[in-house]
């Protein structure tokens, strides 16, 4: 059985409850109806109230690390809910890994 597809109405947060916002410019692959995100993809973090101390150190992005060996959308390997996310800081510190809610199930490409 094949992992679900993480897309742009994927719910996911950094492991401190804060946002991921993905953008994609994927304008052919759709699971679900909603577009299909890809390794390369930007996906910004919002919300995230981490601090170190008493000094916000909050996720502001993620970095993908693993993402779909064998499905690729508009020429770029596809994420589903087994890719590992990084969220990291400003400063590039890894802070925990993208908690994904939900993701899509149906693939198909225009």
Known sequence: MSANFLTMQSTMSCPHGGNVIPTTSNSRVKADGAFV???NDMCTIAGCPYTIGTTPHPCVRVQWDVH???HNS?????LN???VGLCLAADGATQGT???QSTQRKGKGS
């Open 37 to 39: 995100l890809r390794s």
């Open 68 to 70: 779909c060996e064998r």
């Open 74 to 78: 508009d020429h770029n390997l596809s």
């Open 81 to 83: 809910e087994e890719s």
């Open 98 to 100: 993208v908690v994904i």
